[in-house]
């Protein structure tokens, strides 16, 4: 049995650990930690979780947890998944990996020296609908690969406590939703990219909406784009462009709640959807499976490094200053 402790009462928690892990019978959510006053005590008595914290250092020191999900605010996902993985705990780590890829470098290797297991939390990559588009590219099904157009769009109101319009705490169109995008491409190709252009919407310090373009050693080309400016509302599409014809992933991130895969191959056209568990299910089912047995998962190591890598460049070639994050 995994038990699971969980940092912070984020949103993502109910659906990314709560809900599948409650469809297993191998796992367990045996804490939670909050630092605001009495949020843990209430997330916990909600959900039926036997301890709660009001510190993050208390759970991570719970012997009784095996698995670390640190879904914490980007700033503070390198220190303590470092005191996780210092503790002997595997940690499950939310995306944006950290603040910069010094940091995601850091604690890659601390996971290494400690022999534990380090992921982040692209739950996407697992579901068959990523997986079939791999498949396609693998295949050459779509012929030689020429371009890719990513992007992710959803409106993030300016609301008090909101992180993600917070520069210290990690915010950005970039860090919270185009890391998905830069990840799709990266994750398809099995490259790491040039950034040969950039653009940011500044507000406040923080990019409201971020535009780039990529080049890939094999010379394919791909555009990202991502805003978390009104009107948008979870727009998600991945287009990828071959030889032969064209393969459209339309929210490809969370497909259990509605996706359409379109292709045209050789002219002829066909758009469905593939049936399936929630992405969340998929990506737990993994990282179970990869503690027990050992095996690699494609969101650690030196993936979640060269995800930040591209972050930060795209930062760089937009000229956002963001020498305070060192």
Same mark, same amino acid.
């Given at each position: 049995?995994?038990?699971?402790?969980?940092?912070?009462?984020?949103?993502?928690?109910?659906?990314?650990? *709560?809900? +599948?892990?409650?469809?297993?019978?191998?796992?367990?959510?045996?804490?939670?930690?909050?630092? =605001?006053?009495?949020?843990?005590?209430?997330?916990? =008595?909600?959900?039926?979780?036997?301890?709660?914290?009001?510190?993050?250092? %208390? *759970?991570?020191?719970?012997? %009784?947890? %095996?698995?670390?999900?640190?879904?914490?605010?980007?700033?503070?996902?390198?220190?303590?998944?470092?005191?996780?993985?210092?503790?002997?705990? !595997?940690?499950?780590?939310?995306?944006?990996?950290?603040?910069?890829?010094?940091?995601?470098?850091?604690?890659?290797?601390?996971?290494?020296?400690?022999?534990?297991?380090?992921?982040?939390?692209?739950?996407?990559?697992?579901?068959?609908?990523?997986?079939?588009?791999?498949?396609?590219?693998?295949?050459?099904?779509?012929?030689?690969?020429?371009?890719?157009?990513?992007?992710?769009?959803?409106?993030?109101?300016?609301?008090?406590?909101?992180?993600?319009?917070?520069?210290?705490?990690?915010?950005?169109?970039?860090?919270?939703?185009?890391?998905?995008?830069? !990840?799709?491409?990266?994750? *398809? *190709?099995?490259?790491? +990219?040039?950034?040969?252009?950039?653009?940011?919407?500044?507000?406040? !310090?923080?990019?409201?909406?971020?535009?780039?373009?990529?080049?890939? +050693?094999?010379?394919?080309?791909?555009?990202?784009?991502?805003?978390?400016?009104?009107?948008?509302?979870? !727009?998600?599409?991945?287009?990828?462009?071959?030889? =032969?014809?064209?393969?459209?992933?339309?929210?490809?991130?969370? +497909?259990?709640?509605?996706?359409?895969?379109?292709?045209?191959?050789?002219?002829?056209?066909?758009?469905?959807?593939?049936?399936?568990?929630?992405?969340?299910?998929?990506?737990?089912?993994?990282?179970?499976?990869?503690?027990?047995?050992?095996?690699?998962?494609?969101?650690?190591?030196? %993936?979640?490094? @060269?995800?930040?890598?591209?972050?930060?460049?795209?930062?760089?070639?937009? @000229?956002?200053?963001?020498?305070?994050?060192?």
């Amino acid at each position: 049995m995994l038990k699971i402790g969980l940092l912070g009462a984020a949103r993502v928690t109910k659906m990314a650990i *709560l809900e +599948p892990a409650a469809r297993r019978r191998d796992v367990e959510i045996a804490a939670i930690a909050s630092a =605001r006053p009495g949020q843990a005590e209430a997330f916990a =008595r909600a959900h039926e979780i036997p301890r709660f914290y009001e510190r993050y250092e %208390d *759970l991570i020191a719970d012997r %009784d947890v %095996d698995l670390v999900y640190n879904a914490l605010a980007p700033n503070n996902h390198c220190r303590y998944s470092l005191l996780a993985l210092e503790a002997g705990k !595997h940690v499950l780590c939310e995306k944006p990996f950290a603040m910069t890829a010094a940091q995601a470098r850091s604690m890659v290797a601390a996971g290494r020296s400690c022999g534990r297991r380090l992921i982040e939390a692209f739950h996407d990559v697992y579901h068959p609908v990523f997986g079939y588009a791999a498949e396609q590219v693998a295949s050459g099904r779509l012929g030689r690969v020429r371009s890719l157009k990513a992007a992710f769009n959803h409106f993030i109101p300016q609301e008090l406590g909101e992180f993600r319009h917070v520069r210290e705490a990690g915010g950005g169109a970039l860090m919270d939703l185009g890391c998905y995008p830069v !990840h799709w491409c990266r994750a *398809l *190709l099995g490259e790491e +990219p040039t950034v040969e252009a950039a653009s940011c919407t500044m507000l406040n !310090h923080v990019d409201q909406e971020t535009t780039a373009r990529f080049r890939f +050693p094999s010379g394919i080309v791909a555009e990202i784009e991502t805003r978390m400016t009104s009107p948008w509302n979870m !727009h998600a599409r991945f287009e990828i462009l071959g030889e =032969r014809g064209k393969l459209l992933l339309i929210n490809s991130l969370v +497909p259990h709640r509605g996706h359409s895969i379109q292709e045209v191959i050789d002219s002829d056209f066909r758009e469905f959807t593939l049936a399936g568990d929630t992405t969340f299910d998929y990506q737990l089912e993994a990282v179970i499976a990869a503690i027990r047995d050992g095996t690699s998962l494609p969101t650690e190591g030196r %993936d979640p490094v @060269g995800n930040m890598a591209a972050i930060d460049a795209i930062y760089a070639r937009a @000229g956002v200053d963001r020498a305070w994050c060192d």
